[in-house]
């Protein structure tokens, strides 16, 4: 993967971004989960060198949203350029080969079989529109649906997948400049189940989480099996549940993850309340003054109050 392909990369995503905008860029940290920098979007040249200087250390993410504010959430994207599928398995893949328009930009992402598509946008939309688009393309292909929000960070080309013992070259498959309409794109799909028949809900007798809290661990288990299926957690006494950790930037070869009856969670990449739990599954990084925020989402999710 050459320099010139990053660039080109991220001039797909956000070249015509207007110049007050930002670049986030995530990365993990050994023992400390993950980090953020913020970049302004004509900052090319700055951008290639940190997140080539960043994948030497340990996985990179950039925000395929430019944002902004310098924050990693949804409320800081305004509009996106770009709309995209994370696939990851077989029968997607095959899909991905017939679907129309083909995407002109291609991503495998250093898991065999595992690739980004982007299709990016003649005009930007807005992140509801873009949401409602990615979402009907992942249905139409069966594309991983939770990786269809405005604020979703991906690997960008040239940085490595550490999932494995060998680091894997994430790389671009394809990078053409074709750009599409929006309607073109996915005008004709039909759109997936509503979104709240997606979700478990787990409604708790009790305004506050404590230890003895009766299904805030079923809450927690419930979105963790939103967001990560494959962590395979199993009782492991006084309460807790044991398996690997269900967060995208810790890759835990050697299972970690212990989850408490009261929702909150301890592993070798950190510890943290069922709020924090919440964000981490998200892929957002937690702030103090979005507190009250997670909170709300978090009531209106699973139908679970959490404590002041």
């Known amino acids: 993967m050459s320099a010139l392909d990053l660039r080109r990369f991220h001039n797909m995503l956000f070249g015509a971004e207007p110049a007050i905008s930002f670049v986030e860029i995530r990365h993990t940290r050994q023992g400390r989960g993950m980090g953020q920098v913020f970049l302004g979007v004509r900052e090319v040249e700055q951008w290639?060198?940190?997140?080539?200087?960043?994948?030497?250390?340990?996985?990179?993410?950039?925000?395929?949203?430019?944002?902004?504010?310098?924050?990693?959430?949804?409320?800081?994207?305004?509009?996106?350029?770009?709309?995209?599928?994370?696939?990851?398995?077989?029968?997607?893949?095959?899909?991905?080969?017939?679907?129309?328009?083909?995407?002109?930009?291609?991503?495998?992402?250093?898991?065999?079989?595992?690739l980004q598509a982007y299709w990016p946008l003649r005009d930007a939309v807005g992140p509801d529109q873009a949401e409602i688009g990615n979402r009907r393309i992942a249905h139409a292909i069966g594309a991983d649906m939770k990786s269809t929000d405005a604020a979703r960070i991906l690997r960008p080309p040239g940085t490595f997948n550490r999932k494995r013992e060998i680091p894997q070259p994430v790389r671009a498959a394809r990078l053409d400049a074709e750009v599409f309409d929006y309607e073109d794109i996915v005008?004709?799909?039909?759109?997936?189940?509503?979104?709240?028949?997606?979700?478990?809900?787990v409604e708790l007798p009790r305004e506050r989480v404590a230890d003895d809290s009766p299904g805030a661990q079923d809450a927690a288990v419930a979105l963790i099996g939103?967001?990560?299926?494959?962590?395979?957690?199993?009782?492991?006494?006084?309460?807790?549940?044991?398996?690997?950790?269900?967060?995208?930037?810790?890759?835990?070869?050697?299972?970690?993850?212990g989850l408490f009856?009261?929702?909150?969670?301890?592993?070798?990449?950190?510890?943290?309340?069922?709020?924090?739990?919440?964000?981490?599954?998200?892929?957002?990084?937690?702030?103090?003054?979005?507190?009250?925020?997670?909170?709300?989402?978090?009531?209106?999710?699973?139908?679970l109050a959490v404590a002041a």
């Open 48 to 114: 290639a060198r940190t997140v080539e200087k960043l994948t030497g250390t340990g996985d990179v993410y950039v925000g395929v949203g430019p944002r902004t504010q310098r924050a990693g959430t949804r409320e800081s994207v305004a509009r996106l350029h770009v709309l995209w599928a994370d696939i990851d398995t077989d029968d997607a893949v095959a899909a991905l080969r017939t679907f129309e328009p083909a995407p002109p930009v291609v991503i495998r992402s250093g898991t065999p079989g595992h």
């Open 261 to 303: 009856p009261d929702g909150g969670y301890i592993c070798s990449c950190g510890t943290g309340d069922i709020v924090r739990l919440f964000v981490n599954l998200r892929g957002e990084q937690f702030t103090d003054r979005d507190l009250p925020r997670y909170r709300r989402e978090l009531r209106e999710d699973l139908g």
């Open 187 to 201: 005008g004709t799909l039909a759109d997936p189940p509503a979104r709240a028949q997606d979700r478990p809900r």
């Open 226 to 257: 939103r967001y990560s299926p494959e962590a395979d957690l199993r009782p492991s006494g006084n309460g807790r549940l044991h398996g690997s950790c269900p967060f995208e930037f810790h890759e835990d070869r050697n299972p970690s993850f």
